[in-house]
Nanobody, 125 residues
Framework: QVQLVESGGGLVEAGDSLRLSCVAS????????MGWFRQAPGKEREFVAS????????LYADSVKGRFTIARNNAQNMVYLQMNSLKPEDTAVYYC??????????????????WGRGTQVTVSS
């Protein structure tokens, strides 16, 4: 069982930045593909970003490309999401996810076996 705990969410204004963090309990963390998803009220959970085991391969949703950056620190079992130029439409609960069998970054929600409880990000206009 893998436990994921997100932090770093909050209330910001449009144009501001936030950095989300996720710490994983998995001893296999360096061999896991990690991802970030988000869910706005009344909408389905959607892919945001993913990073491969070694961090050399990343994938982003078109809506965040150029504004968000995913990174990881395998020595500390951490994955981050740096969010710049935030927009009101980025408002959502952001979830960290762990694909323990993957190799490359993936946007396929079904491939992630473990999920955190989420952290709220609210962007005011």
């Amino acid at each position: 069982q893998v436990q994921l705990v997100e932090s770093g969410g909050g209330l910001v204004e449009a144009g501001d930045s936030l950095r989300l963090s996720c710490v994983a309990s998995a001893t296999s963390f360096s061999r896991d593909v990690m991802g970030w998803f988000r869910q706005a009220p009344g909408k389905e959970r959607e892919f945001v970003a993913s990073i491969s085991r070694g961090g050399d391969n990343t994938l982003y949703a078109d809506s965040v490309k150029g504004r968000f950056t995913i990174a990881r620190n395998n020595a500390q079992n951490m994955v981050y999401l740096q969010m710049n130029s935030l927009k009101p439409e980025d408002t959502a609960v952001y979830y960290c996810a762990d694909d323990i069998w993957g190799f490359a970054a993936t946007s396929d929600r079904g491939k992630y076996e473990f999920w955190g409880r989420g952290t709220q990000v609210t962007v005011s206009s």
